[in-house]
């Protein structure tokens, strides 16, 4: 009977397994923001000085800024629709349709060979594109990775993608563990 109250006692008194936790932060958040004035046009020619961003209060840094130009316009439709009638045919709009294309380099599951010529093909492609394209690049490698959120700046996707080095596709995953070893 002493030995059980003692086993009961001590039960009683071990703390209990912990439930996991699951911490995580975050580092870089996207803010996007539309600046009209009055009469509802929007504002031009914002910097990064017309800005604070705040959090519960206190004052936090922006690290990335990006005021895009408006669209340019094109010429207004020869036709008018009828009433009730919509279409998004680019004959019909009073802007051209803004190109919008992520772009994703699977270096995981790309040999080594074809990274050099999907490299070249991806300078190319950013070479080709028009003033408001809007192009993300992000890369699959062991973990996904963001280059650049969507911009209409062919220059500085080119800059980053020129910088994209070899990554060792899954097909080699035991001499990426031999390279680490060293």
Avoid: C
């Avoid at 045919?89 to 990274?115: C, H, K, M």
């Avoid at 594109?129 to 220059?155: A, C, S, W």
């Avoid at 800059?159 to 995953?173: D, I």
Wanted: charged share 25%; glycine share 6%.
């Amino acid at each position: 009977m002493k030995f059980t109250a003692i086993f009961l006692v001590m039960a009683l008194a071990a703390p209990g397994q912990e439930a996991p936790v699951f911490r995580s932060d975050t580092r870089l958040v996207e803010v996007q923001v539309v600046v009209t004035g009055r009469g509802g046009a929007p504002v031009a020619d914002l910097t990064l000085a017309d800005f604070t961003l705040t959090e519960n209060g206190k004052p936090q840094k922006i690290a990335f800024f990006a005021a895009p130009e408006a669209r340019k316009a094109v010429a207004a439709p020869k036709e008018t629709l009828p009433a009730g009638i919509f279409t998004n045919r680019p004959e019909y709009t009073e802007s051209r349709p803004r190109g919008v294309t992520a772009i994703v380099l699977d270096l995981l599951n790309t040999s080594i060979e074809d990274q050099a010529f999907m490299r070249y093909e991806l300078a190319r492609f950013l070479k080709g594109l028009k003033d408001d394209d809007m192009v993300g690049l992000y890369v699959m490698g062991n973990q996904l990775r963001v280059i650049h959120e969507f911009t209409d700046d062919p220059k500085s996707l080119l800059k980053l993608a020129a910088q994209l080095r070899n990554e060792w596709p899954a097909s080699n995953v035991s001499r990426e563990a031999e390279i680490d070893r060293k």
